[in-house]
Nanobody, 124 residues
Framework: QVQLVESGGGLVQAGGSLRLSCAAS????????MGWFRQAPGKERMFVAG????????YYANSVKGRFTISKDNAKNTVYLQMNSLKPEDTAVYYC?????????????????WGQGTQVTVSS
């Protein structure tokens, strides 16, 4: 069973930055594509960003493109989400996940392992 643990969430003012980290319990990241999702209260879990197993290909939701950057360090078994120019609408619980399909995917159902989530709150 793969365990993913997110950290780095918090409260930030609009326009600020945060960096989320997701640490895996084993040598997971070199074998999986990884993704970040977010879920606001009363809304569905939505794809934010994805990265392939080697880390040389990324994909972003239109709402975060140009502001967020996903990266991974396979040696540290950690994936990151750098979030800049944050907006109040970015407020949500952010989850990292490991995909069991080849390539980057934005579908929730393609991700087998999930972290517990970390809260990001952006004040106006």
């Amino acid at each position: 069973q793969v365990q993913l643990v997110e950290s780095g969430g918090g409260l930030v003012q609009a326009g600020g930055s945060l960096r989320l980290s997701c640490a895996a319990s084993e040598r997971t990241l070199s074998s999986y594509a990884m993704g970040w999702f977010r879920q606001a209260p009363g809304k569905e879990r939505m794809f934010v960003a994805g990265i392939n197993w080697s880390g040389d290909n990324t994909y972003y939701a239109n709402s975060v493109k140009g502001r967020f950057t996903i990266s991974k360090d396979n040696a540290k078994n950690t994936v990151y989400l750098q979030m800049n120019s944050l907006k109040p609408e970015d407020t949500a619980v952010y989850y990292c996940a490991a995909s069991h399909v080849a390539g980057i995917t934005s579908r929730v159902g393609d991700y087998r392992y999930w972290g517990q989530g970390t809260q990001v709150t952006v004040s106006s």
